[in-house]
């Protein structure tokens, strides 16, 4: 079939390859396309559908932003000659532009998910397109996946696309089951790319030196070249302070500059202006953030300055919470900011950083799905009917951990309830409430549980926390009260005009669709009784239950999470018993509270009556160093009281708890005399030297000290009955303990092999010394006269290392062969030591002669 395309789409670098696009979708219903940025894929490949083999239906394309997908429509609408509703229209958050001869409608991802959870069939859609999928946004993969549930299970005919500039297709089409890859060459024009390294001591990432760079940056772009430019900065905050770095700024050409910003959060007006060709005269100058990254032609654009900065926001699992983190962008995210420059003519890209530097860059960002809160998606997921996640399509599966986590809070939320016959969570009528809600699954649950008191100011007030949490996120930053920001949030006093606008929106709107359920729930009743000046932290409360936190001191607070934070001693929140945190820094070990909002303990008892549990706890106190039993009530993770056990503890769990104790504190904490630590050691000589069976057992017990340790409960705790504190270990009989681990016949044959004395030739009995690798026989050396063979313990199998020692007690001699030392060593240690001890024996012939504990003076038998 020959192919129709609009004059304006002729001319576009892809339209070389979208015949063959359209006849690879006659024939196969998935397909991967990749072609340069700048080759007009965005608005040629979805007009290029409209007279292709498909089947009946309309053409939906995902775009990233809302930005773009206004804007691929509008320029689409323009090329056919219309208005934008016509055949082409548009879907974002809040606004839609579409009529019932639409046939190509672009929309933003999110509202793919709503369209597939109300139709899972997608019955009247013939293809869906998934536009600059580089961006591997969490909503872009969530689409993906159910679409292509959907064409396995229900539309084996949906055509699925994925379109990008700089994505690996290959992984992507083996996810569509090998679909083609098609491949689409050339770009509009030629971009020749500058670095610019910082200077040394300089770092983009330290916030005055970037904009100090970024303006330097722009300055000489504007001297250097002619045109308008587009500079890419990671956020609003950066955007402002270049912006005024650059007030004064001229051209040499006499033009005058025009600084423009660009994001998603400007009204459709600014962005226009932005976006449209600067007047006659004027060099305009647009900062934007990565907004511009894709999908949108910039009028008169000819420069690109890039900072090689982007900022994504980052969820921590370990704290359960989500930050802003400025990080350097990926080679691809650089490709797609470069081929800005060359959309209508021959551009020039300003890489502010070295060449050097970038083979170390990341080649493509991290997927979102890996970064992100995922909440959201888990609640999508069970409304999809999807208990286990991994067993979906993904390109990224999810963490586990992320996902177990928004899963345990969705269970406090009430959305999720786990099946009593397989312990698999499934979405409960509240949580399906709550995903027909288009905010958080957190404001979501706050606003169902107000609409269900029936109180209608109840149910305003929820609206409006959920509003501004959602659409002037930044006012929650201010160090103050939560509820007083929220206020002047949503009424306009520190928030402009059109924030306040889409606030009061969104108001009307939630409160419209939230319906009215059970009112039996305890936090609706407690809703319904707290006074008017308490209502504002609840609500908070209901939506944050995990970052509830009762103080422990000094700005300090113990969330329901497990975790701490903390506030300043001096600020007005310090001194509450209570605060439900909305806004923390999760990077610390202790979390910093940013807004918060201030609660007493009757409003907690009485939101959270059916999660509060009690129990009676045993345990061990490192402080007092001793066993403790307290009767302990939670909610959740956090002791609201704790008292004393009125009634006896149970004797198991007060010597586990003793166990524990002596655990943390180590074994010297046991009574530990010399005798009981040469059994230990003489029990380990021998474990050492015994030769193991065929079963490979040793018959001699480990009395490691890591071993000991581990095996209390074996044992020591029958030997604890009664001790319940460190001082008591000291009437411990620890020998006792010890011996009891082995069993007979081995306390008769450690005393055969392992000895504590060992009788010499003089008749002395001398105590051996196991503390070392091998035990030591410390003896004088007069008392071993006559000795020719090394004595040894163990049937003979382990030498005694013997040392000799002088009339005075010191070491003449260490050795394990007596005999060589009577032979080769005496006579030395003889002349030596005769002057020096006259009074003992020191004889010619120590092998012939006599030992003797007694002096020359003392002994009959002197050689």
């Not at 286990?388 to 999810?398: A, E, G, I, R, Y």
């Not at 409360?541 to 934070?565: E, N, S, V, Y």
């Not at 004889?843 to 006599?850: G, L």
Request: proline share 8%.
């Amino acid at each position: 079939m020959s192919l129709f395309l609009p004059a304006a789409t002729q001319q576009l670098p892809v339209s070389g390859i979208l015949q063959e696009l359209t006849d690879t979708l006659a024939r196969t219903t998935c397909c991967v396309l990749q072609a340069p940025p700048g080759a007009g894929k965005t608005t040629a490949v979805p007009l290029a559908l409209l007279h292709a083999q498909l089947p009946a239906g309309r053409i939906v394309m995902l775009e990233p932003r809302r930005l773009a997908a206004r804007s691929a429509a509008r320029r689409m609408a323009q090329m056919l000659g219309q208005r934008t509703g016509e055949t082409v229209g548009f879907r974002v958050r809040h606004h839609s532009c579409t009529g019932s001869g639409t046939r190509i409608e672009v929309v933003t991802e999110g509202v793919l998910t709503r369209m597939v959870q109300s139709d899972p069939a997608l019955t009247d859609v013939a293809c869906v397109i998934f536009d600059e999928f580089h961006e591997r946004s969490l909503q872009g993969d969530l689409g993906l996946t159910l679409c292509l549930e959907v064409q396995a299970a229900l539309r084996p005919e949906l055509r699925l696309i994925v379109m990008s500039a700089t994505l690996d297709g290959a992984p992507v089409a083996a996810l569509m089951g090998g679909c083609p890859v098609l491949t689409a060459t050339g770009r509009s024009h030629a971009v020749h790319t500058r670095h610019f390294a910082p200077p040394a001591g300089r770092s983009m990432l330290d916030r005055h030196h970037c904009i100090q760079l970024i303006a330097d940056g722009i300055r000489r772009a504007l001297y250097e070249e002619q045109g308008s430019i587009l500079a890419f900065l990671p956020g609003l905050r950066e955007i402002t302070l270049v912006a005024e770095a650059l007030q004064g700024a001229v051209s040499p050409d006499g033009c005058r500059v025009q600084v423009l910003p660009l994001h998603g959060r400007l009204p459709p007006q600014q962005q226009d202006a932005a976006i449209c060709p600067a007047p006659q005269g004027v060099r305009k100058v647009v900062l934007s953030t990565s907004v511009a990254e894709t999908s949108l032609t910039l009028e008169g654009i000819r420069i690109v300055v890039d900072s090689g900065l982007t900022r994504k926001a980052q969820f921590d699992p370990r704290s359960g919470m989500t930050g802003l983190v400025t990080r350097r962008a990926s080679l691809a995210a650089a490709a797609q900011r470069q081929g800005r420059a060359g959309r209508l003519q021959e551009g020039i890209c300003y890489r502010l950083w070295s060449k050097a530097d970038e083979p170390a860059m990341p080649a493509f960002d991290r997927p979102e799905i890996l970064e992100a809160d995922l909440v959201p998606l888990a609640l999508e997921l069970a409304r999809w009917g999807a208990c286990d996640h991994n067993s979906l399509p993904w390109l990224t599966p999810p963490p586990h951990s992320s996902m177990e986590q928004a899963a345990m809070l969705l269970c406090q939320l009430g959305a999720l309830k786990p099946a009593p016959s397989t312990g698999l969570r499934h979405i409960t009528q509240h949580g399906a409430r709550m995903a027909a809600l288009p905010v958080h699954p957190r404001l979501a649950h706050m606003v169902i549980t107000a609409a269900d008191t029936g109180q209608p100011d109840i149910l305003e007030q929820a609206c409006r926390i959920a509003a501004v949490f959602s659409e002037a996120p930044s006012a929650l930053r201010r160090q103050a009260d939560l509820c007083t920001v929220i206020e002047d949030a949503a009424t306009g006093r520190t928030t402009d005009s059109r924030t306040a606008a889409r606030t009061a929106q969104m108001t009307r709107r939630l409160a419209a669709a939230a319906g009215k359920g059970p009112d039996d729930r305890p936090a609706v009743q407690a809703l319904r009784t707290l006074p008017a000046d308490a209502r504002c932290a609840a609500l908070c409360a209901l939506a944050f239950p995990d970052r509830i936190g009762k103080a422990t001191g000094q700005g300090r607070f113990l969330l329901t999470c497990g975790r701490a934070a903390i506030v300043a001693a001096t600020h007005p929140l310090a001194g509450s018993p209570f605060i439900v945190a909305a806004e923390l820094d999760g990077q610390n070990a202790d979390a910093r509270i940013h807004a918060a909002a201030a609660l007493d303990s009757r409003t907690v008892e009485t939101l959270y009556a059916d999660n509060i549990a009690q129990q009676d706890n045993i345990q061990w106190n490192p402080q007092t160093e001793a066993v403790e039993a307290t009767t302990q009530r939670t909610l959740w993770k956090l002791p609201l009281e704790v008292r004393p056990l009125a009634e006896k503890p149970h004797t198991q769990a007060a010597v586990q708890a003793m166990c524990e104790g002596i655990r943390s504190m180590g074994l010297s904490a046991l009574p530990w005399t010399r005798e009981t630590e040469t059994l230990r050691q003489r029990v380990m000589l021998l474990r050492r030297h015994e030769p193991c069976g065929a079963d490979q057992i040793n018959i001699w017990p480990d009395f490691s000290e890591e071993t000991l340790l581990a095996t209390l409960e074996t044992w020591l705790a029958p030997f604890l009955d009664g001790i319940r504190r460190r001082t008591q270990l000291k009437n411990l009989n620890l020998k006792t303990a010890l011996q009891a681990m082995l069993p007979w016949p081995l306390p008769a044959r450690l005393e055969q092999e392992a000895p504590e004395l060992l009788t010499v030739p003089s008749g002395s009995n001398i105590r051996l010394d196991y503390s070392g690798p091998v035990p030591v026989l410390a003896v004088k050396l007069q008392e071993m006269f006559g000795a020719t063979a090394t004595p040894a313990i163990g049937n003979g199998r382990i030498p005694v290392l013997v040392h000799l020692l002088s009339p005075a007690g010191r070491p003449l001699q260490i050795t394990q062969d007596l005999e060589g030392f009577w032979k080769n060593g005496y006579r030395q240690v003889k002349a030596e030591m005769k002057g020096r001890y006259p009074k003992h024996p020191w004889p010619d012939d120590p092998v012939s002669a006599r030992p003797t504990r007694r002096t020359n003076t003392g002994s009959k038998n002197v050689s």
